[in-house]
C-alpha cells in the first residue's frame, strides 16, 4: 500500500478539479442571492456540459447552493473551468513522472527519521574510518615496515567497506594492493600480506563488470599462497574465502567456480576454526543456496549450539559490526529454511 502522503499526492489533480468548480459556483461574478426553483443535479450536468450554463442553482452534497449569475460572469467562469480542466489533463499525463521524482520525498515525509548518531560517537564506519588514518599514518612513516605495510592493507579493506562510491572503493582497494606488493617485495613470505593482497583485489573487483573475471585468478593464487604460509590467519579466512570464491565465481569454462572446491574450503575452515561464526555461517549459506537439505540441517544446529559462547569470546566495540552481519545472516537463513519444502528421501523420488 502506498504511504498515506503518496496517495495524497496522485488525488491533487482531482481536488484541484473540485477547487475550480468551488470558485465557479463561489465566485463567478453572482450579483444577488435569491431563492429560485431547486433544479435537479442532471440539468446541473448538462448545462456544464452543453455549455449553456447560467444555472441558478446547483446541489453540494446534501446543500442547496443558490446565485443568480450575470452572463458576463458565466463566460469568465466557465473559461476557468476549461483551463482547470486542461490543467488536469496535464497532472494526470504527468503524474508518473512526478511520482517518481517525488516519491522518496514523500515518503521520507511520512516516515519518521532514523536517530543519528550523537556527534563524536563511535559507530563502525567512524572505527574504520580512524584505523585507516592511523595505519596509514603508520605505513607513511616507515615505508620499510612489512609488518605496518599489511596492517595498512587490512585497514583498507575495512574502511572500502563503508565506501559510500566504486571510486572511493577502488581508490582505497588499491592503496591496501600497493603497500602489499612493497612489502611482497621484501618479504615473499608474509602469509599476511598475501592474504590482504587478494582481499583488496577483491575489493577493486566489487567495481568492476566485465574486468573482475581477469581478478579472480590471482586472488585465487594469492590466497593459495595465504595458506601454504599460515593456514590459521584470519580464523582459517584464507580457506574461508577461497571457498566463496569457489562457490561465487561463474563455472567452467567462464570462469573458476566450482561447488566441489568450494565446499572442501568452507568445510576445511570450520574445522581449523569452528569457534568463529563466520566459517559456519558460509558454509550453511553455501548448504541452503545449493538446496542441500541433508547437509544444512545439522550446519544449522551446530551453528545455533555454538552461537552464545562466540558471543561472549568475540565481544567488544569492535565486533559490533561483525555481529550486526551475524545475526541478520542467521536469521535470514532460519527464515528460508522453516519457508522451504522439506527433502524427500532418495526412494521416494520418482
Known amino acids: 500500500m502506498a504511504p498515506k502522503s503518496m496517495c495524497s499526492f496522485q488525488g491533487t489533480s482531482r481536488r484541484v478539479f473540485q477547487a475550480g468548480l468551488c470558485h465557479f459556483w463561489f465566485f463567478g461574478g453572482h450579483k444577488a442571492v435569491v431563492r429560485p426553483v431547486p ?29 443568480k449569475r ?15 480542466a486542461v490543467f488536469v489533463l496535464l497532472m494526470e499525463a504527468m503524474r508518473p513522472k512526478i511520482l517518481s521524482m517525488t516519491g522518496a520525498w514523500l515518503l521520507a515525509l511520512c516516515l519518521p527519521a532514523a536517530d543519528a548518531p550523537a556527534p ?54 588499491k592503496e591496501g594492493i600497493l603497500a602489499c606488493r612493497q612489502a611482497l617485495a621484501s618479504d615473499p613470505a608474509l602469509a599476511p600480506a598475501h592474504y590482504y593482497l587478494a582481499m583488496d583485489l577483491g575489493q577493486v573487483a566489487r567495481t568492476e563488470l566485465w574486468g573482475a573475471l581477469s581478478l579472480l585468478g590471482e586472488m585465487e593464487k594469492e590466497w593459495q599462497t595465504a ?8 580464523f582459517a579466512g584464507a580457506d574461508r574465502n577461497l571457498g566463496l570464491l569457489y562457490r561465487d565465481a561463474p563455472n567452467w569454462p567462464v570462469s573458476l ?55 561472549n569470546k568475540f565481544s567488544g566495540p569492535a565486533w559490533e559490526s ?17 519457508q522451504r519444502p522439506e527433502a524427500t528421501a532418495p526412494h521416494n523420488k520418482k
Open 39 to 67: 433544479i435537479p443535479n442532471t440539468a446541473v450536468k448538462r448545462s456544464i456540459a452543453d455549455g449553456s450554463g447560467c444555472i441558478a442553482s446547483a446541489r453540494v452534497g446534501s446543500r442547496q447552493i443558490f446565485a
Open 70 to 84: 450575470s452572463p458576463n460572469a458565466c463566460f469568465g467562469s466557465f473559461s476557468f473551468v476549461a483551463i482547470g
Open 120 to 173: 563524536g560517537a563511535s559507530t563502525p564506519a567512524r572505527r574504520a574510518e580512524e584505523a585507516y588514518h592511523d595505519a596509514r599514518a603508520l605505513h607513511d612513516a616507515q615505508p620499510t615496515n612489512t609488518t605496518a605495510a599489511w596492517r595498512f592493507a587490512s585497514a583498507c579493506f575495512d574502511e572500502c567497506e563503508f565506501a559510500q562510491n566504486n571510486a572511493d572503493r577502488a581508490r582505497v582497494a
Open 227 to 234: 595458506i601454504k604460509l599460515d593456514e590459521d590467519f584470519d
Open 257 to 311: 567456480g566450482s561447488r566441489t572446491n568450494a565446499r572442501q574450503h568452507l568445510l576445511r575452515a570450520v574445522w581449523l576454526h569452528p569457534e568463529y561464526p563466520e566459517n559456519p555461517l558460509c558454509l550453511l549459506e553455501a548448504y541452503v543456496k545449493w538446496n542441500d537439505h541433508a547437509d544444512s540441517a545439522p550446519a544449522a544446529k551446530a551453528l545455533e549450539q555454538m552461537l552464545p559462547e562466540a558471543r
Open 322 to 338: 561483525s555481529w550486526d552481519s551475524w545475526d541478520n545472516r542467521w536469521t535470514a537463513l532460519q527464515r528460508e529454511m522453516s
